[in-house]
Nanobody, 119 residues
Framework: QVQLVESGGGLVQAGGSLRLSCTAS????????TNWYGQAPGKQRELVAS???????NYADSVKGRFTVSRDNAKNTVLLQMNDLKPEDTAVYYC?????????????WGQGTQVTVSS
């Protein structure tokens, strides 16, 4: 059974930093494109950052230059380093791993971790 577990969320003041982790069990995360989504209260879930199975990265315009997504393959983990946090970054952050083969798509989600940025 595949599970993704996020950790590292919390309460931080504006300008502070957090590092989120997404650790997989039951599969090898390097086989997947891994995405971080944020869902603010009353809003739709939005893609914040992603890293492909080959290591290429993409970011939402709102976080470019502040957030960095990376892999720790030894720990089967994808990290999201969040710097210079702003109150508008407050959201529940979800990890999503996707892998497509010729015959099916594998799509897994974590339970989310709360990030709250105070002004």
């Amino acid at each position: 059974q595949v599970q993704l577990v996020e950790s590292g969320g919390g309460l931080v003041q504006a300008g502070g930093s957090l590092r989120l982790s997404c650790t997989a069990s039951g599969t090898i995360l390097t086989m997947y494109a891994t995405n971080w989504y944020g869902q603010a209260p009353g809003k739709q879930r939005e893609l914040v950052a992603s890293i492909s199975s080959l290591g290429s990265t993409n970011y939402a315009d709102s976080v470019k230059g502040r957030f960095t997504v990376s892999r720790d393959n030894a720990k089967n983990t994808v990290l999201l380093q969040m710097n210079d946090l702003k109150p508008e970054d407050t959201a529940v952050y979800y990890c999503n791993a996707v892998r497509r083969t010729y015959t099916r798509t594998y799509d897994y989600w974590g339970q989310g971790t709360q990030v709250t940025v105070s002004s």
